[in-house]
């Protein structure tokens, strides 16, 4: 069993820090406990040199910088046309080694420029993507990114699609996992019948690499490739950790310039123009997903903080932060540096994040966090929280 996040930034993708290292990627994976992350941005020329000269390779397919595991993946966004409109969608996708690798920049390499960004834009569609990793090697990885974000999701809005079929025709089998994205949690995904027998995964598509592990997916295989492709293809996960989905920056409709935001259910008896301005609104995930879905879900909520739907599905936790706990409980910002210095020193005392977050009782963590951090992190934990969602790029925000 591992904890594994997939979907992170490297120094050279647009709106990242450039202060991500493979020190600072290793460093916050330890902090926060999880196992295996991705390389990130493969296809960029100054990050792969990089990260080929750093990692050593512990497994076939799993590579390893200072007692973290790395597996080799980037995200690239297919520009394309079809049926005379334009489309524009965010993929994960993974190989097994450098070999493999380069072959695979040397033809995104006649379809972009890979040296702008660490997440290119390449023009072709994720149709012909698949095709083109599964010619290079059969155990390439494909899992749509954010799949509900209005512009980059494959159910996206303004993406144009209402089926992943229509998207990837016959390439569809090779689609195992489907990203959830910050602003959707897994049942969201399972009611929609198409993905009701897939593995959805959450991974935290950081932008810095303190804010890796705040969505994670623990899988029930061997660290190893073959067990992360066989865990995706068979839905082997224990559980995975996820953002409020009301948290995420495109929950509701919206439209950010004249501050609207609303449930669907407003847009709905309204209109899906903005109130104010009379523009459209950018629809939110909680709006397509209740175009999309099939069947309402049932959710149970366990004394330990888990959610479960059925026997049928794996559970998940909703989490917040460790720092932006302790930023909220002492009324500074979460970058602050008396923040940094308190999470560190309540670090040192645990395992890791996770440990703090998922698993340890109140009564364990007071000693060295106090009452109130303590107190904050269980309410978390178990949803005792009052949230105003996130909508049209803004954050929702949490009090507790």
Wanted: glycine share 8%; aromatic share 12%.
């Amino acid at each position: 069993m591992f904890a594994a996040d997939l979907h992170i930034h490297s120094k050279y993708s647009y709106a990242c820090s450039k202060d991500i290292s493979l020190d600072a990627l290793a460093a916050w994976a330890n902090l926060k406990g999880i196992d295996l992350i991705s390389s990130a941005d493969f296809t960029h020329p100054g990050w792969i040199k990089e990260i080929k000269k750093y990692l050593v390779q512990c497994d076939e397919g799993i590579y390893e910088y200072k007692n973290v595991k790395f597996v080799l993946g980037t995200e690239v966004s297919c520009i394309y046309r079809e049926s005379n409109s334009h489309h524009r969608i965010h993929i994960l996708i993974f190989l097994p080694n450098f070999a493999s690798v380069y072959r695979m920049n040397e033809k995104l390499g006649n379809f972009g420029d890979l040296t702008q960004n660490g997440r290119p834009n390449v023009s072709m569609c994720p149709r012909d993507l698949v095709e083109m990793l599964l010619d290079i090697h059969p155990d390439g990885i494909v899992i749509p990114a954010h799949i509900w974000t209005p512009w980059y999701g494959l159910y996206g809005s303004k993406f144009g699609f209402d089926n992943y079929q229509e998207v990837f025709g016959d390439m569809s089998d090779y689609i195992y996992a489907f990203e959830s994205g910050l602003s959707s949690h897994p049942a969201m995904n399972w009611g929609i019948s198409e993905l009701a027998d897939k593995t959805i995964v959450s991974f935290s598509d950081a932008h810095s690499a303190s804010r890796i592990g705040r969505e994670f997916t623990v899988f029930d295989t061997e660290l190893t490739y073959r067990g992360l492709l066989d865990g995706l293809k068979g839905g082997s996960v224990a559980y995975t950790g996820e953002f409020y989905s009301e948290e995420g920056k495109y929950h509701y409709d919206g439209h950010r310039k004249c501050g609207i935001s609303q449930h669907p259910t407003i847009t709905t008896q309204i209109g899906p123009d903005c109130s104010v301005c009379n523009k459209p609104l950018t629809l939110g995930v909680l709006n397509r997903v209740l175009r999309l879905s099939n069947e309402q879900l049932e959710l149970h909520h366990r004394s330990d903080g888990f959610i479960t739907v059925s026997n049928r599905y794996p559970p998940f936790i909703n989490l917040i932060p460790l720092k932006d706990i302790i930023a909220q409980v002492m009324q500074k910002g979460a970058n602050t540096k008396v923040v940094g210095r308190e999470y560190l020193r309540i670090m040192s005392s645990f395992g890791s994040e996770i440990e703090i977050l998922v698993r340890l009782q109140e009564d364990a963590v007071i000693p060295q966090a106090g009452e109130d951090i303590a107190r904050a992190i269980i309410n978390c934990r178990k949803g005792d929280v009052l949230i105003e969602p996130g909508y049209d790029g803004v954050y929702g925000k949490i009090c507790f």
